[in-house]
């Protein structure tokens, strides 16, 4: 499901014109990015969780020479999924 078709279920399933429901997809997911950015951890109770981590800079290889490259330590985003959405995708 790509995000057009997201909205249109969103907006089929509460009623909200379809502009209604792409605007409030927007502001959620800028709402979240911003709040994660911040270091923020945002939960949804029922469907998961999204905060920050930390990657340590180690030594990786260039496939095609074997070279060994440095990777430098990096921010990314962690989402852990919620009981209900675990349950929900293993059919509990």
């Known amino acids: 499901m790509n995000k057009q078709e997201l909205v249109d279920a969103v907006a ?33 109770i029922g469907f998961g969780s999204f905060s920050t981590g930390a990657r340590a ?6 496939p095609a020479t074997g070279a060994e490259i440095q990777i430098p330590a990096a921010k990314t985003v962690k989402f852990t999924a919620g009981k209900a959405f675990k349950d929900a995708v293993n059919g509990a």
């Open 12 to 44: 089929a399933k509460t009623g909200a014109s379809k502009a209604a429901a792409a605007e409030t997809l927007d502001a959620l997911i800028g709402t979240i990015t911003s709040a994660v950015t911040k270091g923020d951890t945002v939960q949804l």
């Open 57 to 62: 800079a180690r030594v990786g290889r260039n």
